[in-house]
Structure formats: structure tokens, C-alpha cells
């Protein structure tokens, strides 16, 4: 799942919040053991299990949900979300990965492009996931590198994450005028074949993808943390997700990452995302190094 920009409250915004986060080493210890009961309390109450996360995203995550909620302590937040399943579906958001773009780094979608699909080309249909799509930018990127590709008819696109809200905007495929413009420099620099204004159509918030791009997407609520592989395939996108995970949640994830790619499937991750540390290393050749694009062996 891609995390959205969140920002946090500027120094001339601070409540007494701010006090009751200086940090002195009682204070910190006091806080630990609340994030700790909150998250646990979060995976009871909702089943959401955020318990691996790295404790520098969730500290920043939990501090974002008191400054929105107005509250002063985190033990106040865990009240809360618990007893109020409306404030749990606004800091959910806080909690989820999802900042996303189309296109987003050139070098992996021309990697993609020169190195992923020609060995798609072999396959009678393609099966890709997208794991952590967020609201749905990337996902739209690589439906349309492969119509580029002449290979959208016969390949099917699973694209899930544990946020079902963010799902539902990730389908309708409506981005502001704002982000096209962005997103079609971003698609020009990845060298795309036309124009991206070719494939959406102007709508009340902005614009919308055209049907043809969404034909082929199944979109599915699915939790890396949690759930189980649901299929084989031949392509896998995770990129920028296992960064916010802490070691042991990053093996588990890469477990499920090998246990669901077919023999020869292709693995894409992305910046400081790696298989190399991982139990599976030997599992997969290289590549692209720089792309983050790997295969599996066997």
C-alpha cells in the first residue's frame, strides 16, 4: 500500500499537544508502552495489524491522528478509535501507504517496459498484482504500458490494499486537473508512445480514465500483514510498501512475494527495497539493479 503526504502540524499550529510530546527518556517510555496497546488494541477491535511497522513511520503516524482528533495523549487516542469506529476510518488513512504517482520513477517504468514485457510476450495470459495500490496511480501506469505493448486483451491486473476506501477511488480512476498535469510529464519522461490525454476524458472533479484502461483490473481488498497468497503470477509490484515494515513483517512479506510468483515471474520493488537481505535471496537473478527489477529461479 502507497502512503499519502501527510502533513504534520507546523510549529505556529501546535496545541499543548506539543508539550505532551517533549521527549525525556519517562516520557518516551511512557509513549512506547501506549503505541503498543494502541496498536494492539487496533488489531483486536478492527483486525488491522500494524504491530511490525517501523516505530519512526508509526510515531509520526500516531501524532498526525492526535493533532486531527484533537486529543492530547495517545492513551486518549486509543479511546477513541475504540469506542468510535468513525474516528478509526480517518486515522486509517494516516495508517495506510499511500503516496503514489503516475509514473513515478521514469527508470523503473522503462525497465518495465524493455525488460518486463518482452518476456510477457511468451505468456497466453498474464496475471499481475499490485500489491499496495494505494488510490490506484501506479496501477493506471501499467495498464497503460501494456496496451502500448499490444499485451492488455490477454493480461489480467489484481490490484489490492488493505484500505477499502482508497480502493473505491482507485476504481473510478477520477484525479484532479492538477495531478494530470504532473502525472503527464512524468508519463513523457518514462518515454510513453502518445499523449496521456489519450487515455482519460474530462469529468466534474477533474479528469477520468477511459473504460478501456479499467476492463482488466479486478480490484481487491487484500492486507499483506495478514492475508495469504490468492494466486500465481507472472508479475508482482510492491514498491515503496516493505520500507515502512520492521525485519521480521519485511520476511513474512517476502515470503508471500515468492510463494505467489510463478517460476520465472518477474518481481518489481523499489528505492531502498531490496530481496538481496531477504531468505530468499538466492531465489531470484538480478535484473536491473537500479530498477529494483528481479526474477525468480526456478
Known amino acids: 500500500m502507497r502512503e499519502r503526504n501527510i502533513l504534520l502540524p507546523q510549529p505556529s499550529e501546535k496545541t499543548e499537544i506539543a508539550h505532551e510530546l517533549n521527549k525525556s527518556p519517562t516520557t518516551e517510555t511512557v509513549e512506547g508502552i501506549e503505541i503498543h496497546l494502541l496498536l494492539d488494541g487496533i488489531f483486536q477491535r478492527y483486525g488491522y495489524d500494524f504491530r511490525n511497522y517501523t516505530r519512526a513511520a508509526l510515531k509520526s503516524r500516531v501524532r498526525y491522528c492526535m493533532w ?16 468510535d469506529a468513525g474516528c478509526w476510518e480517518r486515522c486509517l488513512y494516516a495508517f495506510s501507504v499511500s503516496v503514489t504517482s503516475m509514473f513515478r520513477d521514469a527508470g ?8 518486463v514485457v518482452p518476456l510477457l510476450c511468451n505468456y497466453p495470459l498474464v496475471r499481475i498484482w499490485h500489491a ?4 490506484g496511480e501506479e496501477v493506471y501506469s501499467i495498464s497503460i504500458l501494456l496496451h502500448e505493448a499490444g499485451l492488455y486483451e490477454h493480461a489480467l491486473i489484481y490490484a489490492t490494499d488493505m484500505n477499502a476506501s482508497l480502493l473505491g477511488r482507485a476504481s473510478a480512476g477520477v484525479y484532479s486537473r492538477e495531478k494530470m498535469k504532473e502525472y503527464g510529464e512524468n508519463y ?6 502518445g499523449a496521456l490525454a489519450d487515455y482519460y476524458l474530462p469529468h466534474e472533479e477533474g479528469f477520468i480514465f477511459r473504460d478501456e ?21 507472472q508479475v508482482i509490484l510492491c514498491c515503496n510498501v516493505l520500507i515502512y515494515f520492521d525485519r521480521v513483517l519485511q520476511t513474512r512479506v517476502h515470503k ?19 530481496t538481496r537481505f531477504s531468505p530468499y535471496a538466492a531465489c531470484y537473478e538480478e535484473m536491473d539493479a537500479i530498477a529494483k527489477w528481479v526474477r525468480r529461479i526456478g
Not at 486529543?71 to 486509543?78: G, H
Open 108 to 115: 523503473f517504468y522503462l525497465a518495465f517496459k524493455e525488460k
Open 256 to 274: 508471500l512475494l515468492y510463494e505467489s510468483l510463478a517460476p520465472g515471474g518477474m518481481l518489481g520493488l523499489a528505492g531502498r527495497e531490496s
Open 68 to 83: 486531527e482528533e484533537r486529543v492530547n495523549s495517545v492513551s486518549a487516542l486509543q479511546e477513541k478509535i475504540l469506542y
Open 188 to 193: 513523457r519522461q518514462a518515454q510513453g508512445k
Open 213 to 233: 484502461l479499467k476492463k482488466n483490473i479486478i480490484w481487491a481488498q487484500h492486507n499483506l500483514v495478514s492475508d495469504s497468497s490468492f494466486n500465481e503470477f
Open 132 to 135: 499496495g495500490c494505494a488510490s
